[in-house]
């Protein structure tokens, strides 16, 4: 232990990244992780297809592919990061669709909408290769214009876009634009409804704002997930803010001082993991050179 010059903690996608280009360099470090294998999350808590594979860059790290049973039994309340998690892992098509904060209610229309923007993994991997090299905004508004090629007018079945372009939204707030998979062609059909904003759950009836109550057989909290650094690790205020997200501006934030470093917190998917590896592993060379030297 004495040899190890790195430390990194969790043995996420993030970790697996950092770790993977120290390797590279032949910099020592050890990984820890609280939970009983690598990449908990995507191990364990997502929907059977998802797989992770390194990069290729990263390959001097083994290769890791779990297989994910689903259980025999539907739970009554099932927490999920995405609506997809759950059409996937059960193979059950939702009736109803409902979004706790991000809901409006259109006086006009008298109707509820839900406000996501709806990509296609295909144009969210296109967005995360230009915004290496394009504004935001210019990147967002690509990637608007052919949302709306492919699907068309949503707001007719209740789903509108913010005003706030998708990598944008991502990169400030944290939500990540719907990955559509089949929901849309379903809610297009009528066989999944949009509903509007929840004001209570009693059981298994939803009550939403527009004082209508519906009885579900299974809830799914879609609630994503929230950085939990800023609470376990101490001195690191000038990195990180209440939220456990860096203070600085992508693409600084990855540094802060002391020799803390945080991969995979600027919000920039596994585009932005890769970069944040790169960048650390080389910041660490060069702090060790420059002690050698």
Excluded at 37 to 54: E, G, I, M, Q, T
Excluded at 150 to 176: C, E, N, Q
Aim: net charge positive; aromatic share 8%.
């Amino acid at each position: 232990m004495e040899n190890v010059v790195v430390l990194v903690v969790g043995a996420g996608p993030a970790g697996l990244a950092t770790a993977a280009c120290l390797s590279q360099f032949s910099i020592p470090y050890v990984i820890v992780e609280r939970e009983s294998c690598s990449a908990s999350l995507w191990r364990n808590r997502a929907y059977d297809r998802l797989k992770l594979h390194l990069a290729k860059e990263f390959c001097e790290l083994p290769h890791m592919s779990y297989p994910l049973d689903a259980p025999t039994y539907i739970p009554k309340m099932l927490f999920v990061k995405y609506l997809d998690d759950y059409v996937e892992r059960f193979n059950i098509q939702p009736k109803y669709l409902t979004s706790v904060e991000s809901s409006t209610f259109d006086d006009d229309e008298k109707c509820w909408s839900i406000v996501i923007h709806v990509m296609t993994k295909e144009l969210i991997r296109l967005g995360m290769t230009l915004a290496r090299r394009l504004p935001l905004n210019l990147v967002d508004n690509l990637l608007v214009m052919a949302a709306n090629l492919i699907f068309g007018d949503l707001s007719r079945y209740g789903i509108r876009r913010p005003k706030m372009g998708p990598m944008t939204l991502k990169s400030k707030t944290g939500r990540s634009a719907v990955i559509d998979v089949s929901t849309v062609g379903l809610i297009k059909k009528g066989i999944i409804k949009v509903q509007g904003s929840i004001s209570k759950i009693t059981g298994d009836i939803v009550e939403f704002q527009c004082s209508k109550k519906i009885s579900f057989d299974v809830i799914v909290f879609a609630t994503g997930y929230k950085s939990t650094a800023n609470i376990w690790m101490k001195n690191g205020e000038s990195m990180l803010n209440g939220n456990g997200l860096p203070i600085k501006e992508y693409s600084n934030h990855w540094k802060g001082e002391n020799g803390l470093y945080c991969a995979g917190l600027g919000r920039r998917g596994l585009a932005g993991i890769a970069a944040d590896a790169k960048n650390i592993a080389n910041d660490i060379k060069s702090v060790i050179g420059a002690m050698s030297s």
